[in-house]
């Protein structure tokens, strides 16, 4: 019952423009021109960037429920892990704001 919650969560959140696979957390709205990808013969390397009132324990929570449902494994901390990539997560307040950087870049562990 609750993993179809989840899904159900996933499939209403809305994503960021830049990447097709990484959902944006309520309350957070995409950085115009802050994110970058750039596609290398060992993995991609992705910069997102979203800003909004949502609160970082929200976010961390939003993310913490959905990135598992994408095929992401906590590794350490906000550290995911999946296939041969790496994903942090990083959120500070920006003046009555969250801002949510996510990195994403090919695993160390694949050398």
Known sequence: ????A???LV???AFFATI?????????TETP???????KPDGRIVQLVAAGPAGREAV????GETLPQ???KRATGETWQRENEQLKLEVRPKGRESELR?????SRAKR
């Open 1 to 4: 019952m609750r993993r179809h």
């Open 6 to 8: 989840l899904s159900a």
């Open 11 to 13: 499939a209403l959140a």
């Open 20 to 28: 097709e696979d990484m959902p944006l957390a309520p309350g957070l």
């Open 33 to 39: 021109g802050a994110s970058t990808v750039f596609d």
């Open 60 to 63: 961390l929570k939003f993310y």
């Open 70 to 72: 994408l095929g992401w």
């Open 102 to 106: 996510i990195s994403i870049a090919p």
